[in-house]
């Protein structure tokens, strides 16, 4: 199985839930960040002081799937996701050894989705 | 009742610079005791009530912060502050003298009493107002006019663009159809009666405000491709509530104040009665808004029943001295069933007014007129005629004026800019900075 | 010192739909110059006191929603909203009929004066109020004993049984035991003093919470298996301070109010003398609150001094005539004592009040009454009369009230709806929309 | 036009206990029906400006408390809370006897009238003010001077020592200085005018804050080691713009309330046309700061705005009696531009005042004093003496108390709380508790 | 080593916590996390707008252990966010290659506790 | 490639980010979280009842890099965040497969930085 982190745009989450949707792939977590990244930031001013903000807000997606998924499961973040412009995001794959339905304590492939 | 008088010791027009001769003068005729006191009575009684009515900006601003994402919180509240700023400034120098032009220029459409504001007559007694206080009283009316727009246009005007609006309405538009009603003009010769301005005040931002939505268009996402609206959630409503409240509050000030004088046994009866019925009209607003929403959509929904408190205001705002308590309910009533059909009806409009500025304003503005014909026994003609009149002009006359800076390109953010939100791309500025807030939305 | 005289031009007792031919109507007889002017000044002195009165069911919302869970707040708001809205409507129709009985029914227990607003009398003169400010006056004391009890019963009743509770509270309970006192009853007619409602309003209030916070039960989580209790933090202090400011704001109207006049020497001197004797026991009350907290929990507690400046201005509402600066001192400190003390006994009973609403107005209601007998002079017996009386009806009406509502299973939301809290359960709306909030609390 | 006549019915100064003994005593003497009236006017006016002053409390809290990190949030409010509660409790035990010596010792530097409030004078008729009121309105005036510093010394002052600084600004600081003008002692001798306490107050507290800026040093991370300065954040602007609002409504009791007296044509035109020159001022001020801060730093400053309204506030206190309506544009236009540079100013001078305080209520109080002179036609040489000494009096004594606290250890509190914030670490409690804040700031 | 993440329902933390602390284990990281699963979601209806709300309010527990832990710290979890109904939850069990406690630079299984 | 996930205290951030752009690493994710560890808690008393806080507000710090920084990237979180006192936090580092920029599409080694 596969775990998938990606960090994207916040206006973009519901176009990449979409893109999620139409391959199959409805479970997830997503989490509130903040990105420091090739994309610059900006300037606040306040009561006359500058200050640069350089966090800029981003998702962060969390999806576990079964190795099949991996693939479609990309290409749909980076479907919903894409512009081409700096700040698109990132996509992290990584390896899970194990995953545990709590509900019904199933294991491995049949807990994923 | 307002004031239909003229302007004692009205100043003849000059030119700006002028402005800076204009002291008020301070001789107080001699008089009796009681005529003393009751001068002192009067004033006193106006100056309350237009503290009253200027603590309504803060309402206005509650209400549209609260029913409004946080990202555009900043802007709405300095919107608001620029109404009174901008609009105090104005109104002094230049729309005072247009809505109470005297026998300046004869005519009921227009005139011009000159800059400032007339120093005071020497006379001194019961219902005689220091020149003071009834700018401030009407001063404080002006601006509520002026923020009514703010809500409706929220979320992706721009900041300097707004700024021009705000100017334009408190110096002209609002003093000229105020003066056809307030200033003696077409509409008052005419019997039209609006006693505290559900049509001069409420009606002419209201639609003013629909003028804005429409040219401006709806904020994205609010409606789909297909049509279907999308709910777009204000991020504090506490806030929101605790303005409504506040904004009931300043009715107090708003009607009741506007019999203009409090001495007298009939005065004395008339703010009391008018009170009273701009209290029973609020709750059967909310009331009846909250249970009409119920029983449409299942649940029983805040914003609703603080719509329809406004609501009851708004409807009330021009009869209120003419109707009895029943009637008042009856009235309140009814525009809590306007207010949320009202906001029925944009949606399948596609209209994106975000806080409601145009059912509650603009349509029970009307509702108020139009009440008064029906219960008060005004003439329903003249209603009819005042209730058309003046929201056309309102709408008219900002059709155009939102036409011209969209065509010069200055009224509507730019697509990134709006969903960074107001406050980040036009003030740089975070209104709860530290506060952790789904950006999602 | 509450109006006990008879209500002029009462209407007989009709039906409901009688209602619609109450018109007031406006016929001042001849008086002296002076007489108008002073029938003008007590009547303003009235609105504006009204006003203020009214301007404290937006304290009461703030405080009650900062002191509880982000996920209840817009019921709670919605609550306060139609404690007032409700209660104005209601006490209109029945409620101010049934407080102010007049000679209708004879008998100090019970009476009705008819529905609606009497019309006014023809006299005019210094002390002699106009039936609709008296109205307004008296309706914003009904929507106010309404909503104490919004606070103890926060976080976990259904929202229709509220508005149940809140209708029943505002046209029967709070008017009948009201009557006893300032509607010329039986503890009016043994002495009992109390002069702006430390009984008839607050402990009433006080009481019909506490039996809701006892037949609710505590919130989940409230108490653990073991009877120890959890701490379950308010969401925003901010909103609870400004609540009390407003609330001590809204109680200048509340307590020189009730003196009913300001014109006449005496009337002058009291009502100036009863406002900084309510400042006096307000600031005592939340200096030794906060101190007395400090000592026992060894920090200040923000909420602890909060709670204690509405329990001082309690303790001083039913004595504020009686009693010099000294003792306005001493009273007010004694409130901040018991209030912090009351909170504490609660937990101990494991009474689960999320506000504090029985220690601040239950408990310092009972003091105010009793310190009107040890300060005041008032006879000690009629004070404990009173002062048991008024609390044993809110309690025990109440106590049946919400045991029926508990039988027919309406009361209570589910533990799920609980958790979740009402706004998504009862209203699917949320009051903070973008704003991210820890959800394990 | 402070009260300068001598406080009748003195008490001669006793100890604390003999306060126990001062009970107000009612006896009016025969008077006219007018004189009636009037004293009912005018004490009823004073008594509403009073609670409006009162309110301010309310809106210092929020201007402060938004401004600053959510982590201040309980600390703010509760030192607003007690500045309040007391400020009451020993300006009526001390200060007012200080502030109003009368006749007791003779000299224009010190005086002690007797402890707590004097009885009132038989004497019944317009401009006659009832004790009890007259101590209301002061007490009001004395906790705004206290609260001002509490925004200059957010975020790092430990809460026991505020209660100190508290304590002694209104029992002593602020009252003596306060004898020297409307106490009759030497300022007013020398001809030196301020009407509602540009200096008095406003000057006091604001130098008052500054000293406690300087004394306690910056708060961690405002300045870096170059000294370039960091941008600090305020947590919730929409709290700042309604607090505000609030002062703005306020100063509607604070300005023309000091006119002592609404009664005779001239006090009634004299109090009108204070209202709206503080109105205009106040605008001018806001909408100046705007765009001069949007010139300076491009781009439109929220909180440049609200400062510049109240810096327009502070500038026409001193003079809204003397100047005229286009004088008091020009005299709020230059507080806006001076509170933007007097913020510049404190950053380059490395002094860490969160809120202003010191711009606003400092550097425009000043301002207030001089443009009285300026515009006011008062004599030039006592304004700058009055505007010179006030300020000098509040920042020496304060420069040591802030000092001795320091020589102590109990000033400051340490690194460590202050990053947590002195809501857990001086209070253990948090303002909003669910809420996810970023803690990084 | 192992890293262990896990979704479960918000107001079954202060259980979960608790089972955790029996097995001896009380270090661990808690975020706040939207979850999208078979739980479905619920409606809200603003100002007459319906709106689907089908991101729940979930806790999110990461918690490193050593390997012998792994299964407790399983087991402890599944006891305390249990209840059988659909929303439960799920865990997800990573390899930990290294661990680094920052106070003291220690590294590996002498770290993680 | 390596993902880096370090637990810190709040105010350390500025630090940390300053350490981690010495050495050159200038992208990351950053989420508030709640700590749990030896640091204890402390006590709050809320109108009389006292309530122990044990979950503390850390910043967790997310860094995909490649092998040659992981060194580097994990000293220089140490030397912003090690004061030496208890609650300095800690870092895990785990193996990562897969990592895709969504702008370019790029994979690997390319799209990390
Ligand atoms: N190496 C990384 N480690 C962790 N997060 C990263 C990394 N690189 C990018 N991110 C996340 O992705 C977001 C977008 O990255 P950015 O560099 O701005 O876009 P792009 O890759 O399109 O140039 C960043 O704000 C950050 O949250
Ligand atoms: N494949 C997944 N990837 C990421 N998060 C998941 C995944 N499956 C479930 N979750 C998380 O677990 C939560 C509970 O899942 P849900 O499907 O509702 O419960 P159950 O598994 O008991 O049916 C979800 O809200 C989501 O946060
Ligand atoms: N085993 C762990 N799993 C997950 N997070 C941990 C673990 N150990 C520590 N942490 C995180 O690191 C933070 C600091 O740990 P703590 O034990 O207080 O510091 P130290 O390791 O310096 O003694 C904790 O609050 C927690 O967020």
Redesign the pocket.
């Known amino acids: 199985m596969k ?1 998938i982190i990606a960090m994207i745009q916040p206006h973009k989450l519901t176009d990449v839930k979409a893109a999620l949707a139409e391959v199959g ?1 409805r ?4 989490t509130n960040a903040l990105g420091c990244g090739s994309q610059g930031g900006y300037t606040e001013v306040y009561r006359g002081v500058p200050s640069e903000i350089n966090l800029l807000k981003k998702i962060k997606l ?4 079964n190795e099949e998924y991996t693939d479609k499961t990309v290409q749909a973040i980076i479907k919903g996701a894409k512009t081409g412009e700096i700040g698109d995001g990132k996509i992290f794959v990584f390896d899970l050894p194990e ?1 545990i ?4 304590e199933e294991k491995g492939n049949d ?3 | 009742m307002k004031r239909l008088t003229l302007k004692t010791g009205v100043l003849s027009a000059g030119l700006l610079v002028a402005a800076a001769l204009f002291s008020p003068q301070l001789h107080a005729a001699e008089a009796t005791a009681d005529a003393v006191n009751a001068y002192a009575i009067d004033n006193f009684f106006l100056f309350i009530c237009a503290v009253l009515v200027l603590f309504m900006q803060a309402g206005f601003a509650l209400v549209e912060t609260g029913l409004n994402a946080a990202k555009n919180t900043v802007n709405i509240l300095f919107k608001n502050l620029m109404d009174l700023s901008i609009g105090a400034i104005l109104f002094y120098f230049i729309g005072y003298g247009l809505m109470y032009p005297g026998g300046a220029f004869e005519g009921g459409w227009f005139g011009f009493g000159g800059f400032g504001i007339g120093s005071a007559s020497s006379e001194i007694g019961a219902g005689v107002l220091h020149p003071a206080v009834d700018f401030l009283f009407q001063v404080a009316f002006a601006a509520t006019a002026a923020t009514i727009v703010s809500g409706a246009v929220a979320g992706r005007m721009q900041f300097k663009s707004y700024l021009i609006y705000s100017a334009v309405l408190t110096a002209f538009i609002y003093p000229i159809s105020g003066m056809w009603k307030w200033g003696g003009g077409w509409l008052n010769t005419l019997g039209f009666h609006d006693f505290a301005g559900s049509l001069v005040v409420h009606a002419l931002g209201g639609f003013a405000g629909l003028a804005g939505a429409i040219v401006l268009g709806p904020r994205l996402g609010r409606f789909n491709a297909d049509g279907k609206p999308n709910a777009m959630p204000g991020h504090n409503l506490a806030l929101s509530t605790l303005g409504v409240f506040i904004l009931l509050i300043g009715w107090y000030g708003f009607n009741p104040g506007s019999q203009l004088a409090v001495v007298g046994g009939d005065n004395t009866a008339a703010v009391m009665i008018i009170a009273t019925n701009t209290t029973l009209a609020a709750t059967a607003g909310a009331f009846v808004a909250m249970m009409f929403a119920w029983a449409l959509f299942k649940k029983p929904d805040l914003t609703m029943g603080l719509n329809g408190m406004l609501a009851g205001l708004v409807a009330i705002t021009a009869n209120c001295d003419a109707v009895d308590y029943n009637e008042a309910l009856i009235i309140g009533a009814v525009g809590g069933i306007l207010v949320v059909s009202g906001i029925k009806l944009l949606d399948m409009l596609k209209i994106d007014d975000p806080v409601g500025a145009w059912p509650v304003h603009g349509l029970n503005g009307i509702w108020g007129g139009i009440a008064a014909g029906i219960f008060g026994g005004k003439p329903l003609m003249a209603q009819l005629i005042g209730s058309t009149a003046i929201p056309l002009w309102g709408f008219g006359t900002m059709l155009v004026l939102f036409g011209i800076l969209k065509a010069i390109g200055i009224l509507r953010v730019s697509r990134e800019e709006e969903m960074k939100g107001l406050d980040i791309s036009e003030h740089e500025e975070e209104a709860y900075y530290g506060f952790e807030i789904f950006t999602t939305q």
Chains 1, 5, 6 share one sequence.
Do not use: D, L, P, S
């Open positions: 775990y792939v479970k997830m977590t997503v969390e999806i576990g799937v995953c339905r709590i509900r019904t807990a994923i989705g």
